[in-house]
């Protein structure tokens, strides 16, 4: 990492280490326990020792300060954090010694134009087309009814974080709820990475913190989570219970991710077809 890093993101990456220090205990950690602590996990001495690297350095990097950092040091401060390597490589993001991921591209008319045609020939599967930071793109007709009448919904607004957290029936539609929750927090701060100073992340992120106090208490925690194929359970308001794999990938030159919601049993099946001719 070199000065030339942005100052938000040399804040955000010594908030990350503060938050996995202080879930390590010295127990877990190796170290024998030595009286009272004033804060929970690791002091910033212990993991120096165990990272191999000076006090004061280390201090300089959890404080954000515009200091010079190797792959190699980076990995030993990994370690000795117990970071998975999820969090590894966010934590390399984050300092500047892995590649920042693909920036999205900036809105263009006929990015919808192209694909919603595509989106259109997957009813009755639900699917979108958005951006890393939720904001939906284009959609199809079994989505735009999925949660509610998307159509209805200012175009400023449209957004699956911001929907979920600031309206109770929207967040109603999931049937876990809080797990939901602290993925999509999660992915969502895996998404920004390096660009959470950026006016964009920035913007949407102090947005839905002022607005969800769900939202700040989850983002604080500074858990990453990448993409994955997962199953939801959603209760539709037209034909009530859905079970759901959801499918994303990336779209190459865009930044945005492609979307689809497939059955995952029968009976969904069949409902996600009843909800198509309604």
Sequence with gaps: ????????VRRELGDFLRSRRERVTPK?????????RRTPGLRREEVAVLAGVGVTWYTWLEQGRPINVSNQVLKAVARALQLDDIEKQ????????????TAPAAGDPGLVAAFQPVL???????ACLQTPLFDLVAYNRAYRFLFTDLDLVPPAERNCAVQFFTDPDWRSRYVDGDLVAARMVARMRAEVGTD??????????????ERSAEF????ARHDVLPQQYETKRLDSPLVGHLQLNFVSTHVP??????????????TTSRRLTRMADL
């Design 196 to 209: 959470v100073g950026a006016a964009a992340a920035a913007g949407k992120v102090d947005d839905l913190r």
């Design 120 to 126: 259109d020939q997957l009813d009755p599967f639900p």
């Design 253 to 266: 030159e865009t930044g945005h991710r492609l979307t689809v919601m497939t059955p995952a049993d029968e």
């Design 216 to 219: 700040a208490r989850l983002w």
């Design 90 to 101: 966010h934590l390399l993001r984050l300092a500047g010694a892995s590649p920042p991921q």
């Design 1 to 8: 990492m070199t000065e030339a890093r942005p100052a938000a």
């Design 28 to 36: 877990q950690a190796g170290l024998p326990a030595t009286g009272r």
